[in-house]
Every structure is written in C-alpha cells, then in structure tokens.
C-alpha cells in the first residue's frame, strides 16, 4: 500500500469502522455500469451442458444423486419465521417476503462449492479422456464409473488449496474418479474435513497459516508436476463458471413458483463472501439474466472484509485485511479470507450493489434460530447472508432512493443464500448450537 493509514481513512471513510470491527454497510456507485467481461453466457451455458452430460456418471457414482436425475441441484423454500424472528430481534421491518437458496444441502459436497469445484473436476476429466481416446461425447458417461477409468486418472494428479469446503468438493469428486488428490488445508479448516478426507484417500497437508498461504503453497508443488492440475480458486474460470450455472437453476425454480423479477418486482440475493469465487460467480450469471432488477450484496466477517476492501478502494487482490489491522480469524471458516481474488473483484465492479460485514455473534444467533424454528442446519458462514435485509433496512434508504425502489419494497424478494452445512457432523452441531 503507497498511501498512509491515515490518508487512506480520509479517502475511505468506512476504513475506520472495519478497523473497529464493527458491521459496515458499502455501496457501490459503479453498480449496472457497462463492462467488457472476459467471460461470456456461452460459457455458462458450456458448463450447464457438461453438467447434464455427467448426470447419468452421478447417478451412478453417488447413490444421494439417484432422485435427484444426477443434477446437483438445491431447492429454494420460503422463511417467514426466519423473517419475523429478524424482525423481532433487529426491531426492523422487512419488506417483501424472505426465502432461502439451500445450497447446504447440495448433494455431493454440502456445500456452495460443490457445482463450481466437481464441476472444474469432471471438465478436466473429460478433456483427459477425450485426449487419450476414451471417451467421445456421445457416450453413456456412466461408464467412467468404471475400473479401468480409475486407473487410468490415477496417473494424474489434482492440487487445491482451502479453507475447507473446496477441499471437501474437490477431493469427494477427485476421489471417485480415481485422480490422486492433494488438498492443501488453512489453519481455519476444521479437523472433521480433514479426516473425511483422508478416510476418502486424500492426501491432506496442513498449514500453520491462512489462506493465501495455502493456495501459494499448493500452486506452487503443483507447478512442478506436468501431470498435476491446479485448481487456482483465486483464478479460475471453470470453477466461475460451474458457479454461474446457479443462476440459470434459480431463475427456472422462480419461474415455477411464478415469482416475476422487474423493476417493480425487484430481487434482493444477499451471499456469504470469501475469495469470491462462488458468490462472484452465481453474481455474474444473476446479472446477466436479470440486470438492474437484481441487487446483489456479499457478506463477510467483520475480521475479513477482503472483497468489500478490495472493491471500495479498487485495490482488489493488492490490499490484505492484515493492513488495516484485522486478524481474520472468525468462526466463519469458509468466509476466513484475507485477500480477495483480483479476477473476481474486478468483474464484480458492476455487478455487486454493495458488500457487508457481520459479526460472529450474529452468526451463531442465527444458526440457533434457524435450527428450532424452520429445522435447517447450516454452518456459520453461510449465515452472514442473514444479516442483509436487517443492514438494508437499517442502512439502506440511499440506495433504495437511488433505485427509485422505495414504491416497489412491498413486493420485494429478498433471497439468503445459504451455502453450506449437511456435511457438519452431529457432534459439530451440537457445539455449534450451544455457542
Ligand atoms: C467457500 C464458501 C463461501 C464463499 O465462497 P468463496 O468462493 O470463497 O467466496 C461461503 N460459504 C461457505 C460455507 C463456503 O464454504
């Protein structure tokens, strides 16, 4: 960083509030702005393709993917005692109705990462055996699920590194394929990750660090070994684009339950933030689909508030929490990251309305309140999505204003994205919930 702390905060404002670790509300002026991306729907649509082809190989290989026709797919429910509680805790009103995007209950992986991480997998897997003559498109992908596949993708190796669900994602679909997997774990990855893991013949290797650290780590051993593919989450387009097929998903379940988006029906979407990846790409598919009708805002810990760093000074990946004095330690494992991704953060520049941050207090509030009154289990990170609507009302009169969004609040939807949780052992839930 060239600037001082101190001519830093006079520039940004806010900079002092996330020093203090309190919750911040930002907006982003450059929001629906024009852009040139380097990435397009026909690579979405690319993925959604793949996807299907691999469905009956899912069917097979997973028997949870048998009712499911092989898709990986979570439903959206709506949550009115989740609203009302927010409400009665926030003393605020929300207006327009609340619903939740399962994605802790994505089949495979339990988690947000489960459509980016298999799907960047089953791409390379395909490739590999179309390369060696294995397996042409037309075929019944089922029969990869077979013997002389997983000796054949045993001479190739797969390299991540996470902070857990990644790992999970990517080494649960490696695995099964046959691929010798690596799985480079931050400090912040809970032992119960590892340990699934390695009972699926992972190789785990453990980090005293965070992160960017991991990820560095893992690039770098993977750099040496032409047989090797680096899952790079702080760059990876595939891994974007399996996340993008989210929105195509979503926009098809609000049409089945008749729910319009337009400027009078506006959609709010509020998504838990690491390196940004995930949230970046189910963002980039939600605006291309729906445009200024929906308003996007990412969630993060108030101990790692990268994307919001990054995006409101224009520094992205070049400014680390640690600068401001944050430790990025919070009990929100998968949001705990220090430096967002540059890829990322610069697509999100006319996408993202505004980002957040929330306490771990919050979280753990919530994880109770969903738990005895709508029966679903998450973890922690994938509640920060719950504190949007409250920071909305509380904070959000400007940007309604400058929506023009005021008249139409009423019939708002307001969607929490959850992102992770049916993995979480019963034993870890039962701490949780007694946090
Ligand atoms: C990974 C993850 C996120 C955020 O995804 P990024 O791609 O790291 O931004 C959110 N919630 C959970 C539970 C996650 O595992």
């Given at each position: ?18 020093q ?44 949870e ?20 509680y ?13 619903l939740?995007?399962?994605d ?21 897997a395909?490739?590999?055996?179309f390369?060696?003559?294995l ?49 480079h ?34 690039r770098?051993e993977?750099?040496q ?34 729910i ?25 598919g ?14 993060e ?17 070049e ?38 941050t ?13 738990f ?64």
């Open positions: 960083m060239h600037n001082s702390l101190a001519q830093f905060s006079e520039k940004f404002p806010l900079i002092p509030f996330l203090r670790a309190e919750p911040a509300f930002w907006l982003n002026n450059q929001v629906n702005d024009a852009q040139n991306y380097p990435f397009s729907m026909e690579m979405v649509h690319d993925a959604e393709a793949r996807l299907q082809r691999f469905a009956p190989y899912f069917e097979v290989a997973f028997p993917m048998r009712e499911l026709q092989g898709i990986i797919e979570s439903p959206i429910i709506d949550i009115a005692r989740m609203k009302s927010l409400e009665s805790s926030n003393h605020i009103k929300i207006e327009g109705n609340l939740l995007k399962c802790h209950a994505l089949p495979i992986a339990g988690s947000v990462k489960a459509r980016g991480g298999i799907y960047e997998i089953i791409k390379h395909e490739s590999l055996a390369e060696h003559g397996l042409s498109i037309e075929d019944d992908y089922r029969k990869l699920n077979n013997e002389e596949f997983r000796q054949f993708f045993k001479n190739y190796k797969i390299a991540v590194g996470s902070t857990g669900n990644l790992g999970l994602s990517i080494g649960i679909i490696s695995a099964k394929l046959g691929f010798d997997v690596t799985v774990m931050s400090m912040d990855a809970k032992e119960w990750k590892k340990q699934l893991l390695r009972t699926l013949g992972v190789t785990v290797v453990e980090y005293e660090a965070d992160y960017s650290e991991a990820v560095r780590q893992g770098l993977a750099e070994d032409a047989t090797c593919h680096f899952v790079d989450d702080e760059n990876s387009l595939d891994l974007f684009a399996g996340y993008a097929v989210a929105a195509l998903r979503l926009k098809a379940q609000l049409d089945a339950k008749n319009t988006v337009n400027k009078e029906n506006p959609l709010f979407v509020y998504i838990p933030c690491g390196v940004g990846g995930a949230p970046g790409g189910i963002s980039y939600l605006k291309q689909l729906y445009g200024p009708d929906v308003h996007i805002f990412f969630a810990p108030t101990q790692s508030p990268c994307m919001l760093l990054g995006m409101m000074t224009g520094l992205h990946d400014i680390d929490v640690a600068q401001i004095g944050l430790t990025n330690i919070t009990e929100a494992d998968g949001l705990a990251v220090g430096r967002a991704s540059k890829f990322v953060g610069a697509q999100m520049e006319t996408i993202v309305s505004g980002c957040y929330v306490e771990d207090s919050f979280l753990f509030e919530s994880l109770r309140e969903m005895s009154s709508e029966h679903i289990f998450m973890e922690p990170s994938a509640h920060a999505g719950f504190f949007g609507p409250v920071q909305l009302a509380r904070k959000g009169e400007m940007y309604l204003d400058t929506h023009g969004l005021k008249p139409f609040m009423q019939n708002a939807h307001h969607l929490v994205w959850s992102t992770g949780g049916n993995l979480v052992p019963n034993e870890w839930r039962n701490k949780y919930l007694q946090k």
